[in-house]
């Protein structure tokens, strides 16, 4: 597998190499973190902080190719979140190939600006559309997606930032600030739900809503990873437990039990106007226990 630079100077490199068939990896090497993006998907795979464990977990049995998701890292789900009508999963923009169209690594982070677009690329979401990708890694990491609505119609679109955070073990972590917080859970299929989670051991699958900073507290790492998120309305919560997840045949063996997956949606349609834009972030940070 040989690695291509792209761009080095004396506070990092990024190199790139590919993994299979039209599936670009680039890898980032910084004094401050090292990361992985795939440019099939637009989709980050690691980001390590320099003295942590992996923040984001990635499956040792992911398929590399298209028209199948990665299973890992932040896939980003758009133009729908879920199934719909009779679409697969999490709409396309998982499965389309992005460009990269700016790297830069100064002293305090690497910048990566990814691009897609098309049109017509399902029957059920034909809108001439564009997605800009800004990725910032450093000790900490910032993702933003800016949609453009290409046509004089209004549009609506879902959304998730599917991010799999790397965990001791769910038994150990836990996602306090959702306590309580109204969620429709998609395993039972009851709605405006309430409880108390005490731990994140699957079968979980809830749509909670609620947009405020979470902080999902692992306490056999002995860390915290806190999410941030900007016009995303709410949070998921899933893993699929052991059952669930031995049907899976891109998860390796024992996968569930290595993440939880804590994501910022909008599992309610937002509506674009014509020609205009919308910008979705998050910001996952490492904080002391
Ligand atoms: O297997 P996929 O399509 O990547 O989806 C994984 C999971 O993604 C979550 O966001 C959904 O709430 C789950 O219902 C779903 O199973």
């Known amino acids: 597998m040989s690695h291509m630079p792209l761009v080095s100077n004396k506070y990092g490199e990024i190199t790139q190499y590919q993994k299979a068939d039209s599936v670009d990896i680039l890898n980032i ?36 190719q298209q028209g199948k998701a990665i299973r890992g890292g932040i896939p980003l789900c758009w133009p ?24 830069d690594i100064t002293e305090h982070k690497v910048e990566l600006t990814l691009v897609a677009a098309g049109e017509n690329l399902s029957h059920l979401w ?25 046509s004089d119609q209004p549009v609506e679109f879902t959304s998730a930032f599917h991010s799999y955070f790397q965990v001791s073990s769910p038994e150990y972590t836990s ?18 739900q309430q409880d108390i989670l005490d731990n994140c051991v699957g079968p979980i699958d809830r749509i909670y809503h609620d947009h405020n900073t979470q902080q999902l507290k692992d306490s056999g790492w ?4 806190e999410v941030e998120s900007t016009h995303c309305q709410q949070w998921v919560l899933w893993n699929p437990g052991k059952e669930v997840a031995s049907s899976m045949n891109d ?22 106007p014509a020609q205009k834009s919308v910008t979705l972030k998050q910001k996952i940070s490492v904080i002391p226990f």
């Open 29 to 64: 090497q910084h004094s401050l973190c090292s990361a992985s993006v795939s440019l099939y998907g637009g989709q980050v795979l690691n980001w390590q902080p320099k003295g942590q464990p992996p923040v984001l977990w990635l499956s040792d049995t992911s398929q590399y």
């Open 80 to 103: 729908w979140f879920g199934a719909y009508k009779d679409a697969g999963n999490h709409g396309f923009a998982r499965q389309m190939r992005w460009e990269l169209l700016e790297a």
């Open 126 to 150: 034909p809108t001439p559309f564009k997605l800009v990708q800004k990725i910032s890694f450093s000790a900490q990491f910032q993702q933003q997606l800016t949609i453009s609505n290409l």
């Open 175 to 192: 996602v306090s600030g959702l306590n309580g917080v109204k969620f429709d859970d998609k395993n039972t299929l009851l709605t405006a």
């Open 222 to 225: 002995q860390r915290v990873i």
């Open 251 to 272: 998860l390796h063996s024992g996968g569930e039990s290595e993440y939880v997956c804590l994501e910022a949606a909008n599992t309610e349609w937002q509506n674009i």
